[in-house]
């Protein structure tokens, strides 16, 4: 399973394509310092997704809002081969997309579809946790034109690619009469009555 280019289609992939501030990028120093405090950042973020899936109401896993987007489904594969990609450009230096169409033949349950997606996750976690922190600061290519740019950088767009994908379920869910659940478990009504100064 490889060839990135074909599969990375969404325009919400953009970030995985050159562009000229990557160029800014390069002169950076790290801001992550270890590879222990971005997985446990990481984590963090995937606990906060993980409470969107497991939202989905579980006959609408592959629905989508219309023909040609995700559906659901797509979302939790997405973010699990997404995952596997960037880990493996960490790991490897290269860029592998492994996929994320379900089996037509054989459908999965949102049960089945979250354990695939968390064994994933583990398995990638457990990849970059045998790195030494030294890697953060080396040098990882772009998957279109430009020049290379840090580990610690991409890693960010792992979580920034998630949270991207994370929101445009929040707004599926909507769609299905769902009601998302809170970032951090506080709406915005309460935001507005407590930060009022
Ligand atoms: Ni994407």
Same mark, same amino acid.
């Given at each position: 399973m490889s060839l990135a280019k074909g599969l990375?289609? $969404? !325009?919400?992939? !953009?970030?995985?394509a050159s562009f000229a501030p990557l160029r800014e990028l390069q002169k950076l120093g790290c801001m992550i310092t270890s590879v222990v405090s971005f997985i446990s950042y990481f984590e963090s973020v995937r606990r906060r997704t993980l409470n969107y899936f497991n939202t989905i109401p579980p006959e609408q896993?592959?629905?989508? *809002? $219309? *023909?040609?987007e995700f559906t659901c489904g797509d979302i939790i594969r997405h973010l699990a081969a997404a995952e596997q990609m960037y880990v493996g450009l960490v790991v490897e230096g290269r860029w592998i997309y492994p996929g994320h169409e379900a089996d037509a033949d054989s459908p999965v349950s949102l049960e089945a579809t979250l354990a695939a997606c968390n064994a994933s996750h583990m398995a990638a976690m457990e990849r970059l946790r045998?790195? *030494?922190?030294?890697?953060?600061e080396e040098m990882r290519p772009p998957l279109g034109d430009g020049p290379p740019i840090k580990v610690w950088r991409w890693l960010l767009l792992l979580a920034e690619h998630e949270i991207h994908h994370r929101s445009q379920l929040a707004m599926y869910l909507t769609l299905l009469d769902v009601t998302p659940p809170h970032i951090y478990g506080m709406g915005v009504e309460e935001v507005i009555a407590r930060a009022t100064g």
């Open positions: 990375l289609t $969404k !325009a919400c992939c !953009a970030s995985f896993l592959e629905w989508r *809002p $219309k *023909p040609g045998q790195l *030494p922190d030294s890697v953060l």
